[in-house]
């Protein structure tokens, strides 16, 4: 276990040679997709609200999903699911999260999508390209791909570039 250290130094700081180092740990985002850390940027500053992002059929665990929340500060309605699953005690906390996700990105019915945006109070629907490649047609849980038409026509874009709408619901609680 010695050697390690003496051996790898070299690699692992490019002899040497800090290049482009830096403490900023959204620097990875901004150079990979400027126009995802631009939306992210944006909903920093943006009102409260939950966001909601993809999440893929096997959790997403040191992955690039969560980078929404996590670099906005905004809540999601689910995070990496085995951190999920082992800060909260097990599965039952995260409920049918991940399935309601799929559906809210995946269902043609507005109706079907308005219940879930209702049930956790998202409002915000980022459509990036985590969420274009995880809910792409062909796939077992969503073989249609994103019905983003569906957000088109009932909600309002609060931020667009090429590659990255942010969507805005106006959740309206039920009084009982």
Same mark, same amino acid.
């Given at each position: 276990?010695?050697?390690? !250290?003496?051996? @790898?130094?070299? *690699? ?11 403490? +900023? ?7 990979? *997709?400027?126009?995802? %850390? @631009?939306?992210?940027?944006w909903?920093? &500053? ?9 999440? !893929? ?6 992955? /690039? ?5 996590m ?9 990496? %699911?085995?951190?999920? *699953? ?7 906390? %995260?409920? #049918? ?7 809210l990105?995946?269902?043609r #019915? ?5 219940? =879930?945006? +209702?049930?956790?109070? =998202?409002?915000? =629907?980022?459509?990036g *390209? ?16 994103? +019905?983003?038409?569906?957000? %088109?026509?009932n909600l309002? !874009?609060?931020?667009? &570039?090429?590659?990255v ?8 609680? /039920?009084?009982?």
């Open positions: 276990g010695l050697f390690y !250290p003496v051996f @790898s130094l070299n *690699s692992k700081t490019n002899g040497f040679k800090p290049g482009n180092w830096t403490l +900023d740990g959204t620097a990875y985002l901004r150079l990979q *997709s400027p126009e995802e %850390m @631009s939306a992210i940027h909903l920093q &500053s943006a009102p409260a609200g939950v966001v909601a992002e993809a999440v !893929p059929p096997a959790g997403g665990s040191y992955t /690039q999903y969560g980078r929404v929340s670099l906005s500060g905004k809540p999601a309605v689910l995070g990496w %699911m085995g951190h999920e *699953s082992q800060w909260r005690g097990g599965n039952a906390a %995260m409920g #049918s999260r991940q399935s309601d996700l799929e559906r990105y995946c269902s #019915s507005w109706e079907e999508t308005q219940a =879930i945006l +209702d049930k956790y109070q =998202i409002r915000y =629907i980022f459509l *390209s985590l969420e274009r490649s995880t809910y792409n047609p062909g796939i077992e849980n969503c073989p249609n791909g994103i +019905d983003e038409a569906k957000f %088109m026509r309002s !874009p609060v931020f667009e &570039s090429k590659l709408t942010i969507y805005e619901y106006a959740y309206q609680p /039920q009084i009982r």
